[in-house]
């Protein structure tokens, strides 16, 4: 018998115990503990090494948070919900008291600015859980990240 004819160009997969469905991740757990600076694999670790940079992995359990592809979408977030709160505020006090333009400046402007920048470790936070529990890029263990999901 011909030795070629055994080994088959494309060998039969071959079922391991890693080829099996992933455990299914908590995804409002992730979230929550990523919104509170935590590791969303463990809970116990930090998430964040300085304000809005991710450590490199969790002191804790070891999980890499270098797989997180947040980008602007917390800064987006921010803005939304920012925009939702300040600006309905703004509108009925316009509305109804209608005070001097500087004094309503003084007010808004301080109030956006403070919540955004208190609002954004938590939000990217929870981005990265949720990147996490859904195994986005390259927090899937048993998926190859690809080309395309590396930043440039
Ligand atoms: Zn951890």
Same mark, same amino acid.
């Given at each position: 018998? %011909? ?10 997969? +071959? =079922? ?9 991740? %908590? ?45 602007? /979408? ?6 939304? +919900?920012?925009?939702?709160?300040? *600006?309905? +505020?703004?509108? =009925? ?11 309503? /400046? ?13 609002? /954004? ?5 929870? *981005?990265?859980?949720?990147? =996490? ?20």
């Amino acid at each position: 018998m %011909n030795s070629a004819v055994r080994t088959p160009e494309t060998p039969a997969k +071959i =079922w391991t115990p890693s080829m099996a469905a992933p455990t299914k991740r %908590n995804l409002w757990n992730a979230m929550l503990r990523g919104c509170r600076g935590r590791c969303p694999n463990c809970g116990e670790g930090k998430l964040f090494r300085t304000y809005l940079r991710t450590a490199d992995c969790c002191s804790h359990c070891g999980q890499d948070f270098t797989h997180h592809r947040a980008d602007d /979408l917390p800064a987006y977030l921010v803005i939304v +919900i920012v925009g939702h709160i300040v *600006v309905p +505020i703004m509108l =009925w006090v316009e509305t109804n008291y209608s005070p001097p333009i500087p004094l309503q /400046l003084a007010i808004y402007l301080p109030i956006t600015l403070v919540s955004a920048l208190l609002l /954004l470790q938590p939000v990217k936070g929870a *981005v990265v859980g949720l990147q =996490w529990a859904l195994r986005m890029h390259g927090f899937d263990e048993n998926g190859a990240e690809s080309a395309s999901d590396r930043p440039a």
